[in-house]
């Protein structure tokens, strides 16, 4: 696997084939029927152009309160379960042994901008 470091970011590539970015979806098509994807609403009014769920424990949200973690999705749910297949990658790529409490995933649709972080 070749690691890139750029400004404080590694990039892992290629860890993904394309066959296994597919595999990546189709783990990922439960958590988004339990929790689907919504649009937070940012502190000063307005809503992010991209669209996002979470799994795990807790979840990242916003709205006119701010930006925090909670443990249930915007719809009153709990959050589902990272998949198997998440922490597997994530334990590869961090080589950790404690797994994360949350899993941010973020959809990226026609228009839809944010910068990395």
Not at 22 to 42: G, M
Not at 61 to 80: A, F, K, L, N, V
């Amino acid at each position: 696997m070749t690691k890139l470091r750029l400004r404080g970011f590694e990039l892992q590539k290629p860890y993904l084939d394309g066959a296994a970015q597919q595999q990546l979806i189709e783990c990922l098509r439960p958590v988004l029927r339990a929790a689907p994807l919504f649009s937070p609403e940012v502190p000063g009014g307005g809503k992010m152009s991209v669209r996002m769920t979470s799994a795990g424990a807790f979840g990242w949200i916003s709205d006119q309160d701010g930006y925090r973690y909670e443990d249930r999705h915007p719809s009153g749910r709990t959050w589902p379960e990272i998949p198997r297949e998440i922490l597997k990658i994530w334990s590869d790529v961090t080589g950790l042994e404690r797994e994360p409490d949350c899993c941010l995933i973020n959809y990226y649709g026609e228009g839809a901008r944010m910068g990395l972080h």
